[in-house]
């Protein structure tokens, strides 16, 4: 167990340089990232939480108070990573040099080629575990938001507890956090199954309340009376099924809020 005295490895070092570097580049990439589930405004990073979290959960080996068994640990653990640098074993064995290859292997680990590398991972829950020898450590995120925090800890080995105010929040973290791993890839079947997805020239049809208006400026047109959705045609795309529905405020920033999860489009729509 790591003493209380003793300073984790994020309040003496931490290479700020390069996991922003790899934070940046991660807006580009859709293919395989959380972000391609649902849309969210305040989104964290795969790469500094990933990396944030490595670095809370490991304490400082020049620490006087940094237990030395984590050491040996980690320098077994760190030496053993596939594809090493070489010069690792000489640089490794002060603790000064063991704190630099900790703070580069978190550096290289924040990329995302590395994310799911089965080598980075397995040395990162190596890691967790040498500091953590007694049970794997709790992570509690009360605003998880889109759960890039909690789903970081828990690639890391880590217990994570989630939650949110906002209830499409906790919808995210269920999914992501719960369903997804818990059911894989047979989750998308059965939700294709559940949803049947129309061509671009069928109209898409769904119960909407009929309390909502007959037509309004955000290309969102609904029958008058029948309650049913007749056509949805965002500007510049293709007709998509609608496959929930909740109320929001009539504030102008949430009048339409889409986004393409495999199987359709979710939508809120605003009350009249």
Known sequence: MIP???????????????????????????HGHPSTLHLWWARRPLASSRAVLMALLLPDPCDEHCPEEFKAKARAVLLALNGRPQG???????????????????????????????????????????????????VVDPFAGGGSIPLEALRLGCEAFA?????????????????????????????????????????????????YATTRPDNLIYTSGSGELMSWTPAGAAVKTIIAWTSVNTSPAAKQWTNSWGVGSFALLPPS
């Open 88 to 138: 690792w074993t000489k640089q490794i064995e002060p603790d000064e040099g063991l704190r630099q290859v900790l703070l580069k292997f978190i550096a290289d680990f924040a990329n995302w080629r590395n994310a799911a590398n089965t080598d980075y991972l397995e040395t990162g829950r190596a890691l967790v575990r040498a500091a953590h020898p007694e049970e794997p450590p709790l």
């Open 4 to 30: 209380k005295e003793c300073k984790r490895l994020a309040e003496v070092d931490f290479p700020v340089a390069e996991v922003s570097k790899h934070a940046a580049r991660e807006k580009l990439i859709r």
């Open 163 to 211: 939650s949110d105010l906002n209830p499409v929040a906790v919808l995210i973290l269920k999914v992501m956090l719960e369903d997804i791993p818990r059911h894989g890839p047979e989750l998308a079947k059965e939700l294709r199954k559940a949803v049947s997805i129309p061509s671009t020239s069928t109209t898409p049809k769904g119960a909407v309340p009929a309390s």
